[in-house]
């Protein structure tokens, strides 16, 4: 049986911090993960070849017959026959990017450590779309929920939902289990979907593309704009346009969330708001982790992106192009630094290191809230992380 890995080149470093916790195939893009439409697309699972620290969570399969397949890019079914068929040793190129290898064990071996196998190597005809940097997550979303619809509801029959609603449009896909009352649901621009027992309180309107995935809650009276997706197990409330929350992560609270990127177990404060537009129009600029620098996004429409387990407190205001660490708290009512270290405490008025016990015991609070095992290898995740930051942080 043919076995599929997904690996991570060199973006894994330009799209941090949103892959200290993950591999690159693991970001949700649209209503999926990366890992997830590759795996609807070929119907079989797919195991990971990442960095050794996230290996135990993220488990690598080897077979006889392996294709490795970047994780950074987007699946489509004619490039997936192209990738299959790759002659066995040999590998699907763009340019300088690696699409696919097909590997046999003993070559992926070598792969593993560094040493490069001799492959013939095919210049890609099909199109594709690839994540290189953190923006590329919200600016490609539309398209993602467009196609990551297409493909979760195809022969399927929405479940119905109450009277109360107001849809324009037919283009809604309700799961099972679905609660949704006295709400507006605007399909005409592009799908909506909501997953399994999610709940769409009173008063809330929605403007597709947009996703609302499985037992995620949109508070009452939210506003939400196309391109945006909801992940599992989140909060939402105030107003969202065009922005992505991994997962088990909550902006439960007015304020606005325009063009931007939230990881999971993140909590955003009461009235925490974020600029995506700079009061010139200019391209908005980002931090790079790969070149240690902020740089531009060749984007008028950029707003923030945040690390997981990172916290504001109420009224925290960011601007735009903001860049915020992992298991950091944020706090104060003026406008905060653009580029925010992990594991840091504080804010407007200054930093502390935040303690890497003190960020695991919270860790394992919200762990045990949705009843998951905080066991030793994610401890040993936050241990790596928290080293892997130590350059950037503020001491």
């Known amino acids: 049986m043919i076995n599929f890995i997904l690996f991570d080149d060199?973006?894994?470093?330009?799209?941090?911090?949103?892959t200290f916790f993950r591999p690159v195939s693991a970001i949700r893009s649209g209503i999926l993960t990366i890992s997830e439409k590759w795996e609807k697309h070929l119907n079989q699972p797919v195991s990971y070849?990442?960095?050794?620290?996230?290996?135990?969570?993220?488990?690598?399969?080897?077979?006889?017959?392996?294709f490795l397949i970047n994780g950074s890019i987007l699946p489509t079914q004619e490039l997936i026959t192209e990738i299959l068929s790759l002659g066995a040793d040999?590998?699907?190129?763009?340019?300088?990017?690696?699409?696919a290898i097909h590997l046999t064990a003993e070559n992926l071996k070598h792969f593993r450590h560094d040493i490069a196998p001799e492959l013939k190597s095919l210049e890609a005809k099909t199109p594709f779309v690839k994540i290189n940097n953190t923006w590329d997550i919200f600016g490609n979303n539309k398209k993602s929920i467009i196609e990551d619809f297409k493909l979760i509801t195809h022969n399927r029959k929405s479940a119905e939902i109450s009277s109360t609603n107001q849809v324009l449009g037919t283009n809604l896909f309700v799961e099972e289990g679905v609660s949704i009352e006295c709400s507006t649901i605007n399909t005409l621009k592009g799908p909506v979907y909501i997953g399994k027992h999610a709940e769409v309180m009173p008063g809330c309107h929605i403007e597709g593309p947009v996703a609302l995935c499985k037992h995620s809650v949109l508070k009452m009276g939210t506003l939400v704009y196309k391109g945006t997706t909801i992940g599992p197990w989140c909060k939402a409330g105030g107003e969202i346009n065009n922005s992505v929350m991994f997962g088990y992560s909550s902006k439960a609270h007015d304020g606005f969330l325009g063009d931007s990127v939230i990881a999971e177990w993140c909590n955003l404060g009461a009235g925490t708001t974020t600029s995506n537009l700079k009061n010139n129009y200019e391209s908005v600029k980002q931090w790079s982790y790969a070149g240690n620098k902020f740089v531009t996004t060749n984007l008028q429409f950029c707003g923030l992106v945040m690390g997981d387990h990172t916290k504001t407190g109420i009224s925290s205001m960011f601007n735009s192009g903001t860049t915020a660490g992992v298991c950091s708290n944020i706090f104060g009512v003026s406008y905060q630094r653009n580029f925010i270290p992990s594991f840091v405490w504080g804010g407007t008025s200054g930093f502390r290191k935040h303690r890497l016990e003190e960020a695991m015991i919270t860790a394992k609070a919200v762990y045990t809230r949705r009843n998951l095992p905080f066991d030793a290898i994610e401890e040993n995740i936050f241990k790596t992380v928290f080293i892997l930051t130590s350059d950037n942080r503020l001491l």
Not at 10 to 18: D, K
Not at 49 to 66: I, W
């Open 49 to 66: 070849l990442t960095e050794s620290y996230l290996q135990d969570k993220f488990p690598l399969k080897v077979a006889n017959d392996n």
């Open 10 to 18: 060199q973006s894994r470093i330009s799209l941090r911090p949103l």
């Open 90 to 99: 040999s590998s699907l190129v763009s340019g300088d990017s690696i699409i």
